[in-house]
């Protein structure tokens, strides 16, 4: 049941599922993407409600770059393959692979975090602050808190990746370095919708 | 395999902040809910006092405001939500056959975030005046502009502190009940307040959310000059309501659902009958839930919404009668032919079936999009809610302590001062609330401070005082029952009431850390009963009896909610030291909890024994 039984034999197939604990982890994060789901959403719905509140502030059309996001996406999207590679990796005991495709993630994930940064340190430059207009706060809670979890979920594979380093890939690493995956994959299935709602909707107007 | 770890165990203080026993956490959960049950009832009182008689100045208009937002706010989400899930982290574990929780660590975590939680929102009292924007927290009343002190900042905090221990919570009774099931408990044998308690995680689950983005926002608002809700910066405040309520609503399904559960075991359980309808019961119980999230908008038909959305609505909510009338009925039928016994648990329960029908046909009377402009905001909707969160989920929630306390405790409450008890609490409480709908239809708004003489308000607010007085006094035999109760010796058998039906009456009674020695073989409904049936007087075990691995205790969630707690404190006064260092210890104890792994214990067959919780 705990982590010694595969220890010094051959990993099982999945490692992810192989004890009752990894199976209870990737389920309790199921189920946990599922509420931030429901977080996302609430967010969303508040950013349609107030986007066309701008007052005095630029609007949508004058402030978004659709070349900048554009290579964000790039950067986001890309990050979600290569965490695939990992996880396949993973499943073919190829801990060098995993831990390669993990700190490239880690990389774009980088990244797209220097580029949102830009972009928002462009926006207040173009007068565009979190307190300049509804459409504004809610921007940048929306967007803010999809970079925040971009943010968190680089220092999590971060450790993760120093974790498997020390104590190799076995049933307790596993199910962590799966979990991590299914974050990110979480986290840039919101950034598409933030492209097309934020972005895709703000230049067509 | 089964090396038995050196762990260290605790004792003392210790033992109880360290704890990841579903069992010991779910004792710590009803003493911490029952204390904030007694704040919130006290406060209720105070309440009362000032309305006894017209132009009273017992306590200030401010406090008045004060006193109804943190009535509210502490009976929802610091007493009803922590006792609902002291019952569930002390019964659903047995009644699967489980020996724990899936997430023992977590489960401490969520216990820790909510109690420090609650602190910080009662702190207030001290730190210059506790929110009183009312318990839904309204834009603009609540926007910085009108509430300039700090009250409501430690709503939004305290709730946010709060809510995530009650999220990852819901979260850990899912996953325990999807893959923790002992073999043979397949989900349409499981019983019905294990059912009711999966139903509520999952509401927990997705409602709790919106509530969180609901607070984040108001909280830039107040904190950091955001404008969400601020009108004249382009913010919109219905958008607030809609966010309050998508959350809303959904929570009195949360509340009510275990209580259906409760009432569901303890009226088979004394009548001695297999629940009638079982799957009907589950049926009702998941399209409770279902359409629980598609009504919110019924607390708004006069905010504006226009015809069309206050009709939709208006029928939405209308259709729940349907699966709450399917449960009213069965419970009947339980009771029909049964061989009824009227224990002070059966008593809660069944006082409780017509109590919650009268408070039902008032929902679908404000359901009524046209006849709800009139009861809006009146006594009415106080009676209601009234009737269906104390005469539905408080009395099932005291049913269900009267029914399980030999299981947690292993002592059976004294049955003269339950009954007692429940005879002061359900005259009082009648008395107090059943005159609110003639208040309402009156005229009488609610939430007001005083009323003028001659109104024709004066004897109806007298007699609902009474009545608040006889539930305060029913509180107090309670209490003493405990008290008494706990001088006794811990000698209840494992089936104290004889006709147990369920899991958790075939170990002793408190059952020790382990649950199960051997995890029993689950061959049918009412899994006890049925082996009782054929003459048996135990489980079949499923398993030999072998080592038994155990989660080590851990310091950790109580310092990550501390973490928390010091957080919330520096961002509301703008100390961002003392915030950032809040947060640090915060995400510092995640990051030990991730490094270090935590391999637990075994218990020997040797080991063995039937040692309880020690309570």
């Not at chain 2, 911490?32 to 309305?51: D, K, M, N, P, S």
């Not at chain 2, 009108?231 to 509340?255: C, R, T």
């Not at chain 2, 119980?285 to 069309?308: C, E």
Request: with cysteine.
């Amino acid at each position: 049941m705990s982590g010694h039984s595969h220890v010094d034999g051959q990993l099982p197939h999945e490692p992810e599922k192989a004890t009752l604990e990894g199976r209870n982890k990737v389920l309790g994060f199921w189920l946990f993407l599922g509420g931030e789901t429901v977080l996302f959403g609430t967010l969303f719905s508040a950013f349609l409600a107030l986007r066309h509140q701008v007052l005095d502030g630029p609007t949508e059309q004058e402030l978004f770059s659709l070349p900048l996001v554009a290579a964000a996406t790039l950067l986001l999207l890309t990050s979600s393959l290569t965490s695939v590679f990992a996880i396949q990796a993973m499943h073919n005991n190829q801990v060098k692979a995993m831990i390669n495709w993990l700190i490239i993630t880690v990389l774009l994930g980088l990244g797209f975090l220097g580029l949102e940064i830009y972009e928002f340190y462009h926006y207040v430059h173009e007068g565009h602050g979190f307190t300049t207009s509804a459409f504004s706060s809610s921007f940048y809670t929306l967007v803010g808190f999809h970079g925040a979890h971009v943010a968190f979920g680089i220092l999590w594979i971060s450790l993760l990746i120093a974790q498997v380093f020390k104590k190799g890939l076995n049933v307790v690493t596993a199910p962590k370095i799966y979990v991590a995956g299914m974050y990110w994959h979480f986290i840039d299935v919101v950034w598409v919708f933030i492209f097309t709602v934020v972005y895709l909707m703000g230049k067509v107007g | 395999m089964a090396h038995a770890h050196a762990v260290k165990r605790y004792t003392g203080l210790l033992d109880w902040l360290t704890t990841v026993d579903h069992k010991k956490i779910g004792i710590l959960y009803l003493f911490a809910g029952f204390f904030f049950f007694i704040i919130g009832g006290l406060e209720a009182v105070l309440i009362r006092i000032q309305l006894w008689e017209p132009m009273n100045d017992f306590v200030s208009a401010e406090t008045f405001n004060q006193l109804l937002t943190m009535h509210g706010t502490t009976m929802i989400f610091l007493a009803a939500m922590p006792m609902i899930f002291a019952l569930m982290n002390a019964v659903i574990p047995l009644q699967i056959g489980a020996r724990d929780v899936a997430f023992p660590f977590v489960n401490a975590l969520g216990f820790w975030t909510f109690f420090f939680g609650a602190v910080l929102l009662n702190v207030s009292w001290f730190a210059g005046g506790a929110p009183d924007a009312g318990w839904t927290s309204y834009v603009p009343l609540a926007s910085p502009v009108y509430s300039s002190t700090h009250g409501v900042d430690y709503y939004v905090i305290g709730l946010q502190i709060a809510g995530l221990g009650t999220l990852i919570g819901g979260i850990n009774f899912l996953v325990t009940i999807i893959n923790m099931r002992a073999p043979g408990m397949s989900f349409m044998r499981m019983p019905m307040f294990t059912w009711a308690a999966f139903i509520t995680s999952a509401l927990i689950l997705f409602a709790f959310p919106a509530l969180t983005v609901g607070l984040v926002a108001l909280m830039f608002d107040r904190l950091f000059e955001a404008n969400f809700f601020d009108v004249s910066q382009g913010g919109n405040a219905v958008l607030w309501e809609h966010i309050f309520w998508i959350f809303g609503h959904p929570e009195v399904y949360i509340l009510i659902l275990p209580a259906f559960g409760i009432i569901s075991e303890v009226i088979s359980t004394f009548s001695r009958k297999r629940l009638f309808g079982y799957s009907s019961m589950v049926f009702a119980t998941v399209l409770i839930g279902f359409l629980g999230f598609m009504v919110w908008a019924h607390h708004m038909f006069t905010t504006g919404l226009g015809p069309i959305a206050n009709a939709l609505f208006s029928i939405a909510t209308m259709l729940i009668a349907v699966p709450t009338g399917i449960k009213i009925f069965n419970w009947l039928f339980t009771m029909w032919g049964g061989s009824i016994k009227f224990t002070t648990a059966n008593l809660f329960a069944v006082g409780f079936v017509p109590t919650f029908v009268m408070g039902g046909v008032t929902g679908v009377m404000l359901a009524a999009a046209p006849a709800d402009f009139q009861y809006h905001d009146s006594y009415f909707v106080v009676a209601h809610f009234h009737y269906v969160i104390v005469g539905g989920l408080v009395l099932g929630l005291f049913s269900g302590l009267f029914y399980w306390w030999p299981k947690m405790f292993g002592r059976v409450l004294n049955e003269t001062l339950g009954k007692l008890f429940f005879w002061l609490f359900y005259i009082g409480f009648h008395l107090t609330f059943f005159i609110q709908h003639f208040l309402g239809l009156m005229g009488m708004p609610r939430r007001v401070w005083r009323y003028l003489d001659g109104m024709g308000f004066n004897e109806m607010n007298l007699i609902s005082s009474v009545g608040a007085m006889l539930m305060g006094l029913g509180t107090i035999v309670f209490i003493i029952n405990m008290i008494v109760t706990g001088l006794k010796p811990r000698n209840a058998s494992n089936d104290p009431w004889e006709d147990g039906r369920t899991l958790e009456w075939t170990i002793p009674s408190p059952p020790p850390e382990y649950n199960f020695a051997q995890t029993p073989l689950v061959r049918g409904y009412d899994a006890f009963w049925k082996e009782k049936m054929e003459g048996k007087n135990a489980m079949t075990p499923a398993e030999p009896l072998g080592p038994i691995h155990m989660p080590s205790p851990s310091i950790l969630p109580f310092l990550m909610s501390l973490g928390l707690f010091i957080a919330g404190f520096g961002f509301m006064y703008h100390n961002y030291y003392i915030g950032i260092g809040g947060l640090v210890i915060t995400f510092g104890c995640m990051f030990f909890r991730s490094v270090i792994d935590d391999h637990g214990f075994h218990i020997e067959p040797e080991e063995l024994q039937d040692k309880g919780v020690k309570a």
